[in-house]
């Protein structure tokens, strides 16, 4: 039955695409094409054919109506349309033909007068994209930021500008010319939004990029320069900051690490903190170094100069391997070497078993010893002789019974 309605639904919308066609055809009688009846025929089949999961058809419908709008200057519409074939391309999973027909369907509105609503629609397709193509995230958060500055909100265009931050330092491998560019337009932005806390925070970000490419000289140019930023100079970033380029100057691991682990960083949006951390560790494939054990039973410990070491190496599993099997072996060795028993000594019989007797008469003597023994040793006798006389002796307690049947009868 379900097959059934899908078939009908797809006779249906094949009949309204082909009006719609006709209604762009001109003839003898008639001049001009129709283009509103016809985007609305395509939009009608487009909604069909992503009822049915006929996402390629229903993509075509809305890039045609969208079309069909523009040359009936409609030019809203046309974006609308174009932004519904981006929804359609998402479901189908085709991400960057989405992100395409969104950055259009943004031209579309921004030529209608809508900016905001284009700055809308390109967060949107950003989102969409962040997770699995995070550098065309950042490029469309950049858009955005631009977008919306021409509608004058600069709050909204400085937290884009951050997020466009947030995808480049995700993005394998580091591209930390983007992300020095980008941080610099967006301190722009967010300085003259009033926004001063998140532009200590890209400084920061900037700075550690400089000191990740190797230019200590150019971080510190920074630092000088943002020193008339509102409450820079005399906050804590800029003091750990300061001793951070000197460090990474001198090649001071000890105070690389001791400023990486400052609470500044580590408030940071968890993508700048892992930034970060990576210029602490350094180089990840660096080769473990194996430390002697300072005691006894404390096993092998790894470390390496350059971070810490990954368990997931093949080689260090190797050795951790191969040092718990020697460990094995060792005990098994030591554990399977017989000990020496004690000698015997000449006087004494070891064949006799001194835990039972067969002496009979000792026996009885010592079962006479055990009931001659009086229980109750310091009990008075006079009170012992007392409780025999008022106890009542066997059999007594019968005889009152008889007596007392006697006189009833």
Excluded at 45 to 54: K, L, W
Excluded at 345 to 374: A, F, G, K, W, Y
Excluded at 375 to 397: F, L, V
């Amino acid at each position: 039955m379900a097959s059934g309605r899908d078939s009908a639904k797809l006779q249906a919308a094949e009949k309204l695409e082909e009006e719609a066609k006709k209604c762009l055809k001109t003839s003898l009688f008639k001049w001009s094409p129709d283009y509103e009846s016809a985007a609305n025929k395509f939009e009608k089949a487009a909604i069909s054919y992503r009822n049915c999961q006929v996402y390629d058809k229903a993509v075509a419908a809305y890039l045609k109506a969208s079309e069909a709008y523009y040359d009936n200057n409609s030019i809203y519409h046309s974006g609308k349309s174009l932004e519904q074939a981006a929804n359609v391309s998402r479901d189908a999973k085709d991400l960057l033909n989405a992100g395409q027909y969104m950055s259009k369907a943004c031209e579309r509105f921004n030529e209608s007068g809508y900016p905001d609503t284009g700055g809308q629609v390109l967060a949107k397709a950003a989102m969409w994209l962040q997770h699995e193509h995070p550098d065309k995230s950042a490029e469309y958060y950049i858009q955005t930021a631009d977008n919306l500055l021409l509608d004058d909100k600069k709050r909204e265009s400085g937290n884009a500008m951050k997020d466009a931050v947030r995808m480049y330092c995700r993005v394998r491998p580091r591209q930390s010319n983007k992300i020095i560019e980008t941080c610099r337009k967006a301190r722009e932005i967010l300085l003259s939004a009033g926004m001063i806390n998140i532009a200590h925070e890209l400084v920061s970000v900037e700075i550690v990029a400089l000191l990740t490419e190797g230019n200590g000289l150019q971080a510190k140019e920074v630092l000088q320069e943002c020193e008339n930023i509102e409450g820079f100079s005399t906050s804590e970033d800029y003091t750990v900051l300061d001793e951070l380029i000197d460090a990474v100057t001198n090649n001071d691991e000890e105070s690389i690490a001791q400023s990486c682990n400052s609470h500044i960083f580590r408030a940071m949006d968890p993508e700048f903190a892992k930034f970060v951390r990576d210029l602490k560790d350094g180089t990840e494939s660096a080769a473990p170094v194996r430390s002697a054990p300072s005691k006894k039973g404390e096993g092998t410990s790894f470390s390496s100069k350059a971070g810490p070491v990954n368990m997931k190496d093949p080689s260090v599993l190797a050795d951790r391997r191969n040092e718990l099997f020697a460990r094995k072996d060792k005990k098994q060795t030591t554990g399977s070497v017989k000990q020496p028993s004690p000698p015997r000594r000449p006087d004494i019989d070891h064949n006799t078993d001194t835990d039972r007797t067969t002496n009979p008469d000792t026996d009885r003597d010592r079962d006479d010893l055990v009931t001659d023994v009086d229980p109750n040793p310091d009990a008075d006798p006079d009170q012992s002789a007392d409780r025999n006389t008022d106890a009542n002796p066997p059999g007594e307690e019968e005889s009152d019974d008889d007596d007392q049947n006697i006189d009833i009868n």
